[in-house]
């Protein structure tokens, strides 16, 4: 049961363009949600993040939107560098008793120079 | 200066056998995870510690035991290991507030052969 879905495993883009990374969830309860970057042989580092209650987040050249009627939150890069190329992970959660991370299953970015 | 690290990155074994992954954190965090990416790169919650405390247990063979001495440390242990036990186990922690980002170690590939 993947609540959490990232449909595109690889992208490639040019340097200096804008890349776009999607994401789909099925579980409306979800209210917060981030995205990850992963680069090989090391583990995930938080990127940017969102609550439900925005329905975009900016910082530098990283931009998450929000849609929530759509179940769709997607990541803008731009314009895209080289140091760019990695995997990146959609997240999302759901204020509860605990706090836990449901994790897409990632999208390989690669930026060519 | 590594704030999430995980012993030992790579770990080669046969099955039956029981190994453990060590995991340290010095961020001051109270909340600390084991996730475990598989195959299809999927990354999924196995335990949550808050404050030496089991907070979350998901579907996890009973073969699987975490220890947590300290709110900086949260072991794994695995017995009596099988093939399907091969992943990357990524260590995390948290402040534990809901929508506190969470910051991952660099992983331990476990080969059960």
């Known amino acids: 049961d993947q609540q959490v879905k990232q449909n595109s495993p690889s992208l490639s883009v040019q340097e200096g363009r804008i890349s776009i990374l999607n994401c789909d969830y099925t579980?409306?309860?979800?209210?917060?949600f981030l995205w990850y970057k992963k680069y090989p042989a090391e583990g995930p580092t938080f990127l940017i993040s969102?609550?439900?209650?925005?329905d975009k987040n900016e910082d530098g050249r990283f931009t998450v939107f929000l849609n929530k009627s759509a179940k769709h939150l997607s990541l803008h890069i731009v314009p895209s560098q080289p140091g760019d190329s990695a995997v990146y992970f959609c997240?999302?959660?759901?204020?509860?008793?605990?706090?836990?991370?449901?994790f897409g299953s990632g999208t390989r970015l690669l930026v060519r120079p | 200066d590594t704030a999430v690290s995980q012993t030992p990155k790579y770990l080669v074994t046969q099955m039956g056998n029981d190994k453990s992954i060590k995991c340290e954190q010095n961020?001051?965090?109270?909340?600390m995870y084991w996730y475990k990416q598989d195959s299809k790169k999927f990354l999924k919650i196995m335990f949550s510690?808050?404050?030496?405390?089991?907070?979350i247990n998901e579907t996890v063979p009973n073969r699987f035991s975490p220890k947590s001495p300290d709110k900086a440390h949260l072991n794994l242990h695995i017995n009596s290991l099988e093939l399907g036990d091969s992943a990357v186990y990524f260590c995390?922690?948290?402040?534990?507030?809901?929508?506190?980002?969470?910051?991952f170690g660099n992983g331990t590939r476990l080969t059960v052969t």
């Open positions: 995390a922690s948290s402040q534990g507030e809901w929508g506190s980002p969470l910051h």
């Open positions: 579980n409306s309860m979800f209210d917060y």
């Open positions: 969102i609550s439900s209650i925005k």
């Open positions: 997240a999302a959660s759901r204020l509860g008793s605990s706090y836990k991370l449901i």
């Open positions: 961020l001051g965090h109270d909340t």
């Open positions: 510690y808050n404050n030496k405390e089991l907070i």
